[in-house]
């Protein structure tokens, strides 16, 4: 005879706060103090000074960590915590019971050195930067009142929203135009130089805004490609990026022309506030119309003046008649002084040249005499009275030398009281 088998004991039936409470326990019993190493990623800090973030395997695994710190731990820290620094942690495994999560609470963290993303960064950056594409003097002047913006960004994200709720407050007639875009994952660096391309060859716009929201510095690694980079820089409109929060620099933002902090300021940025230029019109409205009323005052003032002097025709006649009566007065007075000073003058100058007419006279006599005996003792008749003749050819031409005669030659005699024919006989030169 069988003994017939016992019914099975029932499991207990946990509830899930008990459950969870009861994990919860095992990893404070077994993880009480444990140390982790990896890359950070979206840290960020709460007002009440608390962190937030993930910790990634540092060897490339796809695991991830959800890690809080509270304020006393993170006011210890010796450095700031950024996306993509390895650390290494010291803190215990917990669960967050309210949302069944598993948390790492950090009491403690180091620097590890930067993490794989973080160093390729800082080599396509350095890179990139002795190339001169992040060169100041590359920089562009932004539009100063432009009147249509490009937008790239995604359509789906806040980023959209944020820049055309700012344009529709501070500059409501500026049109905007949207090129759509992916902003994450692989296909982003693609999507984004695409639409880069768009509008640069389209020219339809005065500048355009590259934007997009926060994130870990994963999830704007798009914008930190180089292709996007290069797209950046060698863009034919000037470019504002205005990508993540006021603390994300990517390295689009240092090619760009411009970097805002957030698609927010980026779009603050592009246009100029209307009600700003409206008030700065009004101001010199008002400076114009002050000037003009100044410039018609005193144009004012001088019509008064005028016409008060024109209002009186009779006092000034008067006072120019007294005027002409005065200089008469002194021309007629100062005329017989004139002619008695210049008829004194003219008297002495004819003394003077009385006196002085024999003296020239006996000057230039003796001048003439004395170029007369220097003129007569030149005179060639008184030579030839002395003996001497003159000897041509019978043509006019002087005889002066032995060597122009020719024995048996007629030659031409000019003697003081006549003229002779004579002929050659014979021609001795001096010795």
């Known amino acids: 005879m ?64 959800r890690c809080a710190m509270f304020r006393r731990a993170a006011s210890l820290l010796d450095f700031a915590p950024g996306d993509g620094a390895l650390v290494e942690m010291r803190g215990r495994l917990t669960l967050y019971e309210p949302r069944g999560e598993l948390q790492f609470v950090v009491e403690g963290m180091r620097r590890a050195g930067a993490g794989a993303l973080y160093e390729q960064f800082l080599r396509l950056k350095a890179k990139l930067e002795a190339q001169g594409l992040f060169d100041a003097s590359a920089k562009r002047p932004l539009p100063a009142f432009p009147s249509r913006l490009g937008v790239i960004t995604s359509t789906a994200g806040a980023a959209l929203h944020d820049v055309l709720t700012a344009l529709a407050r ?38 355009l805004l590259l934007v997009r929201g926060g994130g870990s510095l994963e999830d704007l690694w798009a914008f930190n490609d180089e292709r996007v980079v290069r797209a950046v820089a060698g863009s034919g409109l000037p470019v504002i990026c205005g990508v993540g929060h006021e603390t994300d620099i990517t390295l689009s933002d240092l090619a760009a022309d411009l970097r805002a902090p957030t698609p927010t300021a980026a779009a603050e940025l592009a246009a100029p506030s209307r009600q700003a230029n409206l008030d700065a019109l009004a101001g010199l409205s008002s400076a114009l119309t002050r000037r003009v009323q100044q410039r018609l005052d005193l144009a004012a003032q001088r019509l008064d003046r005028v016409a008060l002097r024109l209002a009186r025709p009779t006092e000034m006649l008067a006072r120019q008649r007294r005027h002409v009566a005065l200089l008469t007065q002194r021309w007629t007075q100062a005329l017989p002084k004139v002619q008695a000073m210049q008829m004194q003058r003219l008297a002495h100058l004819e003394q003077r040249v009385r006196r ?42 002087a005889l002066t030398s032995v060597q122009q005669l020719a024995v048996g030659k007629q030659v031409h005699a000019v003697l003081a009281d006549g003229e002779a024919q004579m002929q050659i006989l014979a021609a001795t030169p001096k010795v």
């Not at 069988?2 to 099975?8: D, G, S, T, V, W």
């Not at 077994?30 to 007002?47: H, K, P, Q």
């Not at 875009?181 to 639409?195: H, R």
Request: aromatic share 6%; hydrophobic share 50%; with cysteine.
């Open 2 to 65: 069988f003994e017939r088998p016992q019914a099975a004991a029932p499991r207990p039936v946990w509830g899930v706060a008990a459950l969870l409470a009861a994990v919860a326990e095992s990893l404070n019993t077994r993880f009480a103090v444990c140390v982790v190493g990896g890359e950070l990623s979206g840290f960020t800090r709460a007002a009440s000074g608390h962190c937030y973030f993930n910790l990634k395997d540092a060897n490339g695994q796809t695991a991830m960590l």
């Open 170 to 207: 501070r500059a409501p007639h500026v049109e905007v135009i949207v090129y759509p875009s992916v902003v994450q994952g692989e296909q982003a660096p693609a999507a984004l130089v695409a639409a880069l391309q768009l509008a640069n060859a389209r020219a339809e716009v005065d500048a």
């Open 356 to 397: 002085a007419a024999p003296v020239l006279t006996r000057q230039q006599d003796q001048l003439l005499a004395g170029l007369e005996a220097r003129l007569a003792a030149l005179d060639p008749r008184q030579v030839l009275a002395r003996g001497y003749a003159w000897l041509d050819d019978g043509q006019g031409r």
